[in-house]
T-cell receptor, first 112, second 113 residues
Framework: QKEVEQDPGPLSVPEGAIVSLNCTYS??????FMWYRQYSRKGPELLMY??SSGNKEDGRFTAQVDKSSKYISLFIRDSQPSDSATYLC????????????WGAGTKLIIKP | GAVVSQHPSRVICKSGTSVKIECRSL??????MFWYRQFPKKSLMLMAT?????????EQGVEKDKFLINHASLTLSTLTVTSAHPEDSSFYIC?????????FGPGTRLTVT
């Protein structure tokens, strides 16, 4: 079993829909959680960074962490075609020289 | 957010030659830099972790004599692919951090002919 599980998709939704992206993990020591967006042939871009449990909102993006369920989510409201990309979750236990454990990435397609 | 540059963005070289890729953090000092490799439609594969002034730590299966990493300052790390072969063709991405959030460069597409 991988430490971080993420459905690779693709996930295809119509423009304007609310998108829900998720990752599950097995290591209860993880306490730093990140979501990255990667466009084709580009480096990943940090979208959201959360420490421990709770919600964090930034514009159309909301990140949720449920440590009791070992489950994290990224919600995108009012999705746009420009949101079409691969979304990667990443996390750390804080003791590994800043290394991140990555999900496989979910390819998201927003249809106009 | 923090900015990381990577140069070159694309390079084509002949088999047997060496290629150097530079990674710079432009507006912050990076205590740690990472080098990743990414195959098409795959997630990031960590190659090595480098801290300024010390030897890089390579992941299992990554040849340290083939992928030379130098982290000369808090803003610059270089990856040299020595004696490149076609199987080294890939997308190489660096990231830099001063905490737990990593900031990525735009990547370098290496093609070895």
């Amino acid at each position: 079993q991988k430490e971080v599980e993420q459905d690779p998709g693709p996930l295809s939704v119509p423009e304007g829909a609310i998108v829900s992206l998720n990752c599950t993990y097995s290591n209860s020591a993880f306490q730093y959680f990140m979501w990255y967006r990667q466009y084709s042939r580009k480096g990943p871009e940090l979208l959201m960074y959360t420490y421990s449990s709770g919600n964090k909102e930034d514009g159309r993006f909301t990140a949720q962490v449920d440590k009791s369920s070992k489950y994290i989510s990224l919600f995108i409201r009012d999705s746009q075609p420009s949101d079409s990309a691969t979304y990667l979750c990443a996390m750390s236990d804080g003791d590994s020289n800043y290394q991140l454990i990555w999900g496989a990435g979910t390819k998201l397609i927003i249809k106009p | 957010g923090a900015v990381v540059s990577q140069h070159p963005s694309r390079v084509i070289c002949k088999s047997g030659t060496s290629v150097k890729i530079e990674c710079r953090s432009l507006d912050f000092q990076a205590t740690t830099m990472f080098w990743y490799r990414q195959f098409p439609k795959k997630s990031l594969m960590l190659m090595a972790t480098s801290n300024e002034g010390s030897k890089a730590t390579y992941e299992q299966g990554v040849e340290k004599d083939k992928f030379l990493i130098n982290h000369a300052s808090l803003t610059l790390s270089t990856l040299t692919v020595t004696s490149a072969h076609p199987e080294d063709s890939s997308f190489y991405i660096c990231s830099a951090t001063s905490g737990y959030e990593q900031y990525f460069g735009p990547g370098t597409r290496l093609t070895v002919t």
